[in-house]
């Protein structure tokens, strides 16, 4: 498992028993987190960062660890979300592989890695454990909770069961619950892993190891994760160098094939399957409507005192933005105060990863408290 | 092989030895086809029709085999395309498993299987072989060439290779090349086939089979035939009933997820697995830019003295619409009369197989020469 984990990573001791919402518990469990810049005397300026599926805590470089972070634009001083203000925490979500208690943990009551014995995984779970490191470091009210992807879900559902601990929240490409299209996509995903006879119902190693799974699952991913606009016009048709096509049948000959390969090879062995397994379907189970008797928008109503700036990309095939522009409309029937942007960005789902130029000015004006830019920065 | 063929086939023997457009020939093979209808004495009432990947040519029932086929709503007497009137071919594509020669065919010369020493198969080899048969019934031109999906790809390679040839010309949810995405997925769905360790390089038998790899190619295909605005007014959320639920880890449970299998099941042993890659295959190296020094629009402008209606589905996320208006716009540059149609049917893809309320009047108004519908007949 270390491996997975960044350097200059930080643990906090979850409280022991740890209970899960669908059942059993976590003994003497522990939480991955990365932080930057300073706590105030007043506690008030936290900022909580809760991921997508696969990122670790390492948003961004600091001392302990001068890797570039996957949030690296975004996330420094004098950035976007500026850590000479504000005290930024970012969770490596429960039940991941970068250092948090997951399927490829050890279970400490039994010295031995938890695979499938670890319990389901929901994404109020992963919300819950965010909150409790949050209340360990000292804090009661964030600033400001920021989730991306399926870390939208999870501040979602940090709000939902922990009323009035965010000043603040920033939504980006999250969804309110999951729809049969994105199950559908996530679906396949673990069946491409389930069928891997690798796999070995989550009892593989290193040597034995589900790589043929991992690496449709990816790649199947990276398909959703981007738009076929963005690809038209970033590879066409052109094909591979002939030295590096594959001397088989039916092997890999255009660029686009290329691409996909290189995100599947820098995954398959970077990130644990069985963790996979529970994350992806930890977001298919989130459903707002459980806590407003059936009704999406009721159950976001629920959530009161944010002032929240929710963020959709029209491209995102994964996260449509029917879906942020419907936690825009719930939050704001729970009378917060609610500012939604679509940006046109090409880039798909995983416009947030790239498209700074949308991204910063929207973030940086939120967090500034200077209101917002007009809904497309670039027109 | 037997097993893929419907009742009822009758069989054209193609000219011998029968070129193929990347090299290698064929040598007695035959091509599938079924017909209905008369031809009348001038000879002038024909119409082609060529399908999508995986469609035998059994499109509608006939005396030979009452079974209803893949487009039955559409090919009868007093139906869109009027069988009283024209005398209608369908014909299995060449490498297809259902009854034309190809990769899960007999190589009369060896007298075993092709296998993977089928000639590398392109679009164009499938236009000519259609084309081949259609003069050896006897007809010089046709009234009408209609292709859907992979067939409008084999549509427009058949009017490019034979000038003049069809009076008129019906090309549904086609492309003039394959895009970066839609490539990305075929190539997704080749690659779970290949990793199967059952494909075993092409050498699988009924007893080992490759049926993993043809179960997530099925899947991922459904995913992309079908759209998410469909599946979101017709699952939901909703769950599979608790005894149809699999009792293993990651086991299926949202109703998407059991139509998915549904699916698969139907399919992994109904399609040859060698046969489907090398027709993917032909669809990602199709090119009408090779007609046009390179310009899809002037490959198209090629193409002359047809008159044709193009349709594609604004849910269409694998021959996206903007790609039937390309055809549309490079037809009308060679001075073709085009009528160009967008359907806002929720379906997908796959609508020209199930919304019928907007493809029947289309197709029945341009067949019968009466003009054409307004964009959307529903409005």
């Given at each position: 498992?270390?491996?997975?984990?960044?350097?200059?990573?930080?643990?906090?001791?979850?409280?022991?028993?740890?209970?899960?919402?669908?059942?059993?518990?976590?003994?003497?469990?522990?939480?991955?987190?990365?932080?930057?810049?300073?706590?105030?005397?007043?506690?008030?300026?936290?900022?909580?960062?809760?991921?997508?599926?696969?990122?670790?805590?390492?948003?961004?470089?600091?001392?302990?660890?001068?890797?570039?972070?996957?949030?690296?634009?975004?996330?420094?001083?004098?950035?976007a979300i500026d850590?000479?203000?504000?005290?930024?925490?970012?969770?490596?979500?429960?039940?991941?592989?970068?250092?948090?208690?997951?399927?490829?943990?050890?279970?400490?009551?039994?010295?031995?890695?938890?695979?499938?014995?670890?319990?389901?995984?929901?994404?109020?779970?992963?919300?819950?454990?965010?909150?409790?490191?949050?209340?360990?470091?000292?804090?009661?009210?964030?600033?400001?909770?920021?989730?991306?992807?399926?870390?939208?879900?999870?501040?979602?559902?940090?709000?939902?069961?922990?009323?009035?601990?965010?000043?603040?929240?920033?939504?980006?490409?999250?969804?309110?619950?999951?729809?049969?299209?994105?199950?559908?996509?996530?679906?396949?995903?673990?069946?491409?892993?389930?069928?891997?006879?690798?796999?070995?119902?989550?009892?593989?190693?290193?040597?034995?190891?589900?790589?043929?799974?991992?690496?449709?699952?990816?790649?199947?991913?990276?398909?959703?994760?981007?738009?076929?606009?963005?690809?038209?016009?970033?590879?066409?048709?052109?094909?591979m160098d002939n030295?590096?096509?594959?001397?088989?049948?039916?092997?890999?000959?255009?660029?686009?094939?290329?691409?996909?390969?290189?995100?599947?090879?820098?995954?398959?062995?970077?990130?644990?399957?069985?963790?996979?397994?529970?994350?992806?379907?930890?977001?298919?189970?989130?459903?707002?409507?459980?806590?407003?008797?059936?009704?999406?928008?009721?159950?976001?109503?629920?959530?009161?005192?944010?002032?929240?700036?929710?963020?959709?990309?029209?491209?995102?095939?994964?996260?449509?933005?029917?879906?942020?522009?419907?936690?825009?409309?719930?939050?704001?029937?729970?009378?917060?105060?609610?500012?939604?942007?679509?940006?046109?960005?090409?880039?798909?789902?995983?416009?947030?990863?790239v498209d700074f130029?949308?991204?910063?000015?929207?973030?940086?004006?939120?967090?500034?408290?200077?209101?917002?830019?007009?809904?497309?920065?670039?027109?």
């Amino acid at each position: 498992m270390g491996e997975f984990v960044p350097k200059g990573t930080r643990w906090f001791d979850l409280p022991s028993p740890f209970l899960m919402k669908r059942g059993g518990c976590l003994n003497a469990a522990q939480l991955a987190y990365e932080s930057w810049g300073s706590l105030n005397l007043a506690r008030d300026n936290a900022v909580l960062i809760v991921t997508g599926l696969s990122p670790s805590a390492h948003a961004a470089s600091h001392e302990a660890n001068p890797e570039p972070g996957w949030w690296e634009a975004m996330l420094g001083p004098g950035k976007a979300i500026d850590t000479d203000r504000w005290f930024v925490i970012c969770v490596n979500s429960l039940g991941s592989c970068r250092g948090s208690a997951g399927p490829a943990s050890i279970n400490p009551e039994t010295g031995a890695l938890y695979g499938l014995s670890f319990p389901e995984l929901s994404i109020e779970d992963g919300a819950r454990a965010a909150h409790a490191l949050v209340r360990g470091l000292g804090i009661v009210q964030l600033d400001t909770l920021i989730g991306c992807s399926m870390g939208g879900m999870t501040a979602l559902a940090y709000l939902l069961q922990f009323p009035g601990t965010a000043r603040r929240h920033i939504n980006i490409c999250g969804a309110a619950h999951a729809l049969p299209f994105s199950i559908a996509v996530r679906s396949l995903q673990r069946e491409a892993i389930r069928l891997d006879p690798l796999w070995n119902e989550g009892e593989y190693t290193d040597e034995r190891y589900p790589e043929s799974g991992m690496r449709i699952a990816r790649k199947l991913g990276v398909l959703t994760y981007r738009s076929a606009l963005e690809w038209h016009g970033r590879f066409g048709r052109v094909r591979m160098d002939n030295e590096l096509r594959e001397d088989e049948p039916f092997g890999l000959e255009f660029q686009v094939e290329s691409y996909l390969e290189g995100h599947a090879k820098r995954f398959v062995r970077a990130f644990d399957p069985n963790c996979y397994l529970y994350l992806s379907r930890s977001m298919d189970w989130f459903d707002t409507a459980e806590y407003g008797e059936g009704s999406v928008e009721r159950g976001l109503s629920r959530i009161h005192g944010t002032q929240s700036l929710v963020i959709g990309i029209s491209t995102d095939i994964l996260f449509p933005v029917e879906q942020q522009e419907q936690i825009a409309e719930g939050l704001a029937l729970g009378n917060n105060k609610v500012a939604f942007l679509a940006f046109p960005s090409p880039q798909g789902h995983d416009a947030f990863l790239v498209d700074f130029d949308r991204f910063d000015p929207a973030v940086r004006r939120f967090l500034a408290g200077e209101g917002l830019p007009a809904s497309d920065p670039l027109d």
